[in-house]
C-alpha cells in the first residue's frame, strides 16, 4: 500500500491531500456539493464543481467529474489507460442517473474514450436505459463520438506480464495502487452531486477488473447496483467487486434504506452488514464500499475493508483536497 498514491497523475489536485477518519463528511449547507470515490474523486470534483458553482445542472456536473477521469487520468480502473480483459481487449462500462429516474448505461463498450457521454446520449436520445458491446459503440459513432484505440503500451505490457501466470484474484482496494506488474483488477469512479436546485444525479465509469473474462460486466452500468438516485431521498454509488452489489441491488438498497429514515452512513452500513450476512467468508477476501448523499446533501460511507476513501467539494472554505476515510467492517489493512 506504500505506493498507493502514486497512480494519481494530474496531481497538484491531490497532492498533499490528508485522510480524514469515520464514515461521514460534514453537515451540509444545503447547498450544492459534489462527492467521488477514492483518491481520484479530488480531481473528478475539482472538474465537477465549476459546473455547480456556476448554478449548472447536477447532471452536467456529474458528467464533466466522469469525463475528467475518463481522459485526464491515466489509471488501470478507469478509462483509456485501463487494464483489458484476458485477451487483452480493454472494455468500458459506465451509468449516469438524474434524480428524476432518468438513466442511460453502456456496457463492454471498446475505443470509445467517453462512455459515460455515451451513456447520457443513451438515456437523453434512445426509448432504452443501456446498450452492450458493438450495439453501443455503433450508437456512440452514429451521435459523432470518435472511434479510436485506447488500450496504451503501459496496460499491454501489464497484461502480457499477467499472462505468465494468469492469476486471477480479487484484490482489495487496488484502487489506490499504481500499476505494478500488474494484480490491479478493480473498477469504478463513483460521483454524486446535488446543485444549488436540490437536483441530484450520479455516474459511474470503469474500465472494470482487470483480467476479466471477455464480455463480463460488473455492477457500474447496472441501475441500482452500482448507482442509484432519486431526488425524493437520496444518491448512492458502490465500487469493490461488482457482482457482490449486483446480488444485493446494493445502491437501490442504500437509497431505500435512507427512505426509511437512515442517515447516509447508516444506510450504507447496513447495507455492507447484509452483503457480509449472505457471504461471510468471501466478504474477507473481497473489498465492497458505498457512498451516500441524502437530499439535503448530508454525506456517508461505509467499507468492507479499511482504505476506502472518498472526496467531498462544496461551497465551504476549503482546502477541498482532503479525502475521507469510510468506517468498515474489517479493522485490518489489507494489503
Not at 456539493?33 to 480531481?43: L, N
Not at 484476458?86 to 442517473?97: H, P
Not at 461505509?302 to 468506517?327: N, T
Request: net charge neutral; hydrophobic share 45%.
Amino acid at each position: 500500500m506504500g505506493n498507493r498514491r502514486q497512480f494519481l497523475q494530474a496531481s497538484l489536485l491531490a497532492a498533499g491531500a490528508a485522510v480524514l477518519p469515520g464514515g461521514r463528511a460534514a453537515p451540509a449547507t444545503n447547498g450544492a456539493r459534489v462527492v467521488s470515490t477514492w483518491d481520484f474523486g479530488v480531481g473528478a470534483n475539482a472538474a465537477a464543481w465549476p459546473v455547480l458553482a456556476r448554478g449548472g445542472s447536477a447532471l452536467d456536473a456529474v458528467e464533466a467529474g466522469a469525463r475528467w477521469a475518463e481522459a485526464n487520468l491515466c489509471n488501470p480502473t478507469v478509462g483509456r489507460c485501463g487494464n483489458p480483459d484476458r485477451d487483452g481487449v480493454l472494455t468500458l462500462d459506465a451509468s449516469i442517473m438524474d434524480g428524476d429516474g432518468r438513466c442511460g448505461a453502456v456496457a463492454a463498450l471498446e475505443d470509445i474514450a467517453h462512455p459515460v457521454s455515451v451513456a447520457r446520449a443513451v438515456m437523453e436520445k434512445t426509448p432504452h436505459v443501456m446498450l452492450v458491446g458493438a450495439g453501443a459503440q455503433q450508437f456512440a459513432v452514429a451521435q459523432g463520438f470518435e472511434k479510436t484505440p485506447l488500450l496504451t503500451d503501459t496496460a499491454r505490457a501489464a497484461w502480457r506480464e499477467w499472462l505468465k501466470t494468469s492469476e486471477y484474484a480479487p484484490q482489495i482496494n487496488a484502487e489506490r495502487q499504481s500499476r505494478p506488474g500488474d494484480k490491479t483488477n478493480h473498477d469504478t469512479l463513483g460521483i454524486l452531486a446535488r446543485d444549488a436546485q436540490g437536483r441530484l444525479a450520479g455516474a459511474c465509469t470503469t474500465s472494470g477488473m482487470a483480467w476479466k473474462l471477455h464480455g463480463r460486466v460488473g455492477d457500474s452500468p447496472i441501475i441500482g447496483a452500482g448507482l442509484y438516485v432519486d431526488n425524493e431521498v437520496g444518491a448512492a454509488t458502490a465500487s469493490g467487486v461488482g457482482e457482490e452489489m449486483v446480488r444485493n441491488a446494493a445502491s437501490f438498497l442504500v437509497v431505500e434504506l435512507m427512505r426509511q429514515g437512515r442517515s447516509p452512513a447508516d444506510a450504507c452500513r447496513e447495507a455492507i452488514e447484509r452483503v457480509v450476512r449472505k457471504r461471510p467468508e468471501a466478504s474477507r477476501t473481497l473489498q465492497v464500499c458505498f457512498l451516500a448523499m441524502n437530499k439535503d446533501g448530508d454525506v456517508g460511507a461505509f467499507a468492507l475493508h479499511r482504505g476506502f476513501v472518498y472526496a467531498v467539494h462544496d461551497a465551504a472554505p476549503g482546502p477541498h483536497d482532503r479525502l475521507h476515510e469510510a468506517a468498515s467492517v474489517y479493522r485490518t489493512v489489507q494489503t
